[in-house]
């Protein structure tokens, strides 16, 4: 286990790595062509890279969201709720969150299909709206298993790894 | 049986009365009460207009209305309706449409289209500027949507921006953008009228495309007595109740226009459109080469 | 089951496994999935799963969120945040409470440059809660007030709340953002008194400071001046139109990092973390708005709107009667739903009620807007208190729902005042649109 955890961080921490990159890329962007802009030449395209990139952004994040512990429960009642019922609850809700993400994997992923088939790209620079759509389903099948992966070690150790001291944000990738 | 139409614009907009409401009474005054429309507005079966094509071909709704703008590179024998003299400015876009319809309908795939149609004429609606003829627009940054759009504004020396019509207010408020080349019906629809001042008409510089479709899958399940009512109230009576409506509302929103005094309408003559038909004349032509579409352009003039 | 019937069990569901902790998005996902494939089919059901998740993940007004987490995160990272807040101290540190106050009128000072109220709390989230921290202000409170504070965003213009109800309603932008201004000055007004009198019955809560001479004041106010640069800068140029306030968050990001840059407070180490944790939160946010866009079709198909709304005109109340039902129902569903999505849920049943009873339709729309930002605050789907929540992991939901009742109830009691003085919300566009 220990071995598939070690593994599947290393991708949890890439794929956060994408979307830190993908947000340094938004930034970028944007005062390009607001200076670009106030000389008379904006950013052909720009609001075409800053949406699809967005896509990078959001869906990047996601697996290391869910091994830091960022998603958020309502916790009010966490303490009063007996052990066995905390730990079933955690299992519980880390299998309908792989359930979840990967449904919106294989979701995405016929979606892209019809992308393809019609064409579809962003307005200014044509863009492929698939290869966006890919990448939003390859982050979400990461989570999925990341998920997954949290379920098997709390049902087979009891280890949380949203829990860990050693959080994974404060190594570098 | 209730037909499920999605519609990403509120209730109160042109669309509701002219197509969905029409729809609903047509069709099932004609299948006598078997089959009727309800509309889900504001995008309630999923937001915003660009997915409104991918949501039909899906089934999320039985049939759903766009523009062609928002996901140009699937339309693109369908935009030459959308270029600048494409259309004479007084010929109805939807007759002009379905006679081009053989050439266009490949564009359209898992899908049956009922009706098409285009928005009134572009106009220039500016904040603090009064165009008359495209050296005024020198150096202008004028908002666009698509890549053509651009073309066209580029063409005329001005500077296009990129962005949603809906930030367009605040955008013309502040100063972002000098202005827009759209249809008049968005100074009631995007309450534009509130912060622009100057609307300058005559020139032809294109107008937009609708369509509303439904699923193939939907469409083939129906009996042969429904498919042959549906067929009738739909195709061209659908699509000019649709047009007549867009053009009603652009014309109540120009008449305020005028009415209200602190505004500048220019009417060009008939030398200053020239000016302007020659200045984006050639982004026309590359289009239709680009896209293949001599023989769509063709029907569509009714050559 | 009739359609009805599904949505309510639908909403039990969803209260059920909030209340067995399950991560708030996906209990969302959860329960709009079954309920679609219900009402639907299976395939409609994942159809928008994908089109929602990319459509959201992809709106250019929502670049906004991590952008402006990141110039949040930067600004901690610089010391930036430290310096203001250092300000901030030395100028009403002294009084109870007065980090709190400064905080909210922060808030009310970014909602003249954001349109939301997610942007607006993240933001002053990034920024705040760390340095309240530092001067022993209570987490109840002080997650209170960012999660409160954030509301103003969408009182004071520009407003997307406004923008929205405006289309729906066609009702002027203009009149409506100006409308804004004075109930958001009083909703201001209320949060800083209800921190007066939360620092007067509880001491502890807004510790005081010592006191500052003249000369403190005015090296702090110093040090402080960078921030108080990108500040200017960001506003300025939106109102001189340089920029969108999408592109702003852009802007004040980059200016960040260049001032953290040039005076080397900011490794590219540092850097780089930033922009991890902000991805992190980015994710939080957006899997909560996705989830929230699955609920909505669910709810539309179920027709559990139209129901409510028809059955209340059903009542044939008063003018003042109907108004309060009308507010009492998205009250309610403020527990559930996502503000805008309950406006155009909603809107089309109820607005014809409230023109043909003769109430003003810009009044109405402060009021609904007002009462839309209490359904953000309130449980168990508060998603302001949950943007606080992901920017302070380690402080309970409960204590930031419990800090943040004060300020729900002065809330009611400025939308008690709107209703009462309806001159607070129509004596600026009366008067200067007319
Ligand atoms: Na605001
Ligand atoms: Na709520």
């Known amino acids: 286990m220990r071995a598939v955890r070690r593994a599947a961080d290393g991708l949890i921490g890439l794929s956060a790595t994408i979307g830190a990159l993908g947000l340094f890329v938004e930034t970028g962007v944007i005062l390009i062509d607001v200076i670009g802009r106030a000389f008379g030449s904006p950013l052909f395209g720009s609001q075409d890279v800053i949406t699809m990139t967005m896509v990078v ?117 | 049986e209730e037909l499920s139409f999605a519609n990403f614009t509120p209730p109160f907009h042109t669309i509701n009365a002219s197509v969905i409401e029409k729809l609903n009474a047509d069709l099932s005054e004609a299948t006598g009460g078997e089959l009727t429309v309800r509309g889900y507005h504001g995008g309630e079966l999923g937001a915003g207009p660009v997915e409104q094509y991918v949501r039909v071909l899906q089934g999320v709704a039985d049939m759903g209305w766009g523009l062609p703008g928002y996901t140009s590179s699937q339309f693109g024998k369908t935009m030459i309706a959308e270029m600048p003299n494409a259309i004479p400015l007084d010929a109805p876009g939807y007759e002009a449409l379905w006679a081009a319809y053989d050439e266009i309908s490949g564009e359209f795939p898992g899908t049956v289209p009922l009706a098409l149609w285009t928005s009134e004429p572009n106009i220039f609606i500016m904040k603090d500027h009064d165009i008359r003829t495209p050296a005024d627009l020198e150096g202008l940054k004028i908002r666009v949507a698509g890549a053509t759009a651009a073309e066209v504004a580029s063409a005329m020396g001005a500077t296009p921006v990129q962005m949603p019509i809906n930030q367009v207010y605040n955008a013309l408020q502040t100063g972002l953008i000098d202005g827009v080349i759209t249809g008049a019906s968005t100074l009631s629809d995007f309450k534009l009228d509130e912060v622009a001042n100057s609307y300058t008409l005559g020139a032809n510089l294109g107008r937009l495309v609708f369509w509303t479709v439904m699923t193939e899958a939907k469409y083939d399940s129906l009996t042969d007595e429904q498919r042959a009512a549906l067929d009738s109230v739909s195709g061209m009576p659908l699509s000019q109740s649709a047009e007549e409506a867009w053009n009603a509302t652009a014309d109540a929103a120009l008449e305020a226009a005028r009415a209200s005094g602190d505004n500048t309408v220019i009417d060009l003559s008939d030398a200053e459109i020239a000016a302007f038909a020659e200045a984006v004349a050639a982004v026309t032509d590359a289009y239709v080469a680009e896209v293949d579409g001599e023989a769509a352009l063709a029907a569509m003039k009714g050559e | 089951m009739s359609a009805e019937l599904t949505g309510t069990l639908g909403i039990v569901v969803l209260l059920v496994l909030l209340l067995l902790r399950v991560p708030v998005a996906f209990a969302m996902f959860a329960v709009g999935f079954a309920g679609i494939t219900i009402l639907q089919n299976v ?392």
């Open chain 1, 57 to 173: 952004v959001v869906f990047g994040g996601m697996a290391l969201c869910d091994r830091v512990g960022g998603h958020i429960g309502v916790d009010i009642f966490e303490a009063r709720y007996p052990d066995w019922l905390n730990r079933w609850i955690d299992i519980v809700s880390a299998l309908l969150g792989a359930a979840i993400f990967a449904a919106i994997a294989w979701a995405v992923w016929e979606s892209s299909k019809i992308s393809q088939m019609l064409n579809l790209s962003t307005n200014l620079i044509g863009l492929p709206k698939a290869w966006f759509q890919w990448a939003l389903a390859g982050f979400s099948a990461l989570t999925a298993l990341g998920l997954l992966l949290r379920a098997a070690e709390l049902t087979a150790t009891g280890r949380d790894v949203r829990k860990d001291d050693t959080r994974l944000t404060d190594s570098p990738a």
């Open chain 3, 43 to 434: 395939s409609s059901a994942m159809a928008l799963l994908a089109s929602e998740s990319f459509t959201l993940a992809s709106s250019p007004e929502l670049v906004i969120i991590p952008l402006f987490i990141l110039m949040g995160n930067v600004a901690s990272a610089t010391g930036m945040s430290r310096q203001l807040y250092d300000a901030a101290y030395a100028i009403v540190g002294q009084i109870r409470g007065g980090l709190a106050s400064a905080t909210v009128i922060g808030c009310g000072g970014f909602a003249a440059l954001s349109g939301s109220s997610v942007a607006s709390a993240l933001t002053m989230g990034k920024v705040s809660l760390a340095e309240m921290d530092r001067f022993d202000y209570d987490k109840r409170l002080s997650t209170g007030v960012v999660a409160a504070g954030g509301t103003l965003g969408i009182l004071i213009p520009p407003s997307t709340g406004f923008v929205i109800y405006a289309i729906l309603t066609e009702q002027s932008i203009g009149r409506l953002f100006l409308a804004g201004v004075l109930p958001g000055l009083l909703l201001l007004t209320s949060f800083v008194t209800a921190i007066a009198i939360i620092c007067l019955l509880r001491p502890g809560a807004g510790p005081r400071g010592p006191s500052t001479t003249m000369s403190e004041k005015a090296r702090a106010i110093a040090g402080a001046l960078p921030i108080l640069t990108v500040i200017l800068l960001t506003i300025g140029g939106i109102y001189g139109g340089l920029f969108s306030p999408v592109e702003a968050a852009g802007v004040g990001a980059g200016a960040v990092i260049l001032y953290g840059a040039v005076t080397r407070r900011l490794s590219f180490r540092i850097l780089f973390q930033s922009a991890r944790d902000s991805v992190v939160t980015t994710a939080t946010v957006m899997l909560i708005l996705i989830a929230a866009h699955m609920i909505n079709p669910f709810l539309a198909l179920s027709h559990i709107p139209t129901f409510v709304g028809e059955a209340l005109l059903g009542l044939e109340l008063s003018r003042l009667g109907t108004l309060a039902v009308i507010l009492a129902v998205y009250l309610v569903l403020g527990c559930f739903l996502e503000g805008f999505a309950m406006l155009v849920l909603t809107l089309p049943i109820f607005f014809p009620v409230v023109l043909d009873l003769g109430i003003d339709p810009i009044w109405f729309g402060v009021l609904v807007v007002l009462t839309l930002e209490m359904g953000l605050i309130s449980p168990p789907v508060g998603l302001n208190v949950f943007i606080v929540k992901s920017v302070a992991p380690s402080v309970p939901l409960g204590d930031i729902f419990r800090g943040v009742i004060p300020f729900w109830l002065a809330m009611l009691a400025t939308l008690l005042m709107l209703i009462a003085f309806p001159q607070i919300s129509l004596f600026l566009p009366d008067t200067m649109m007319n």
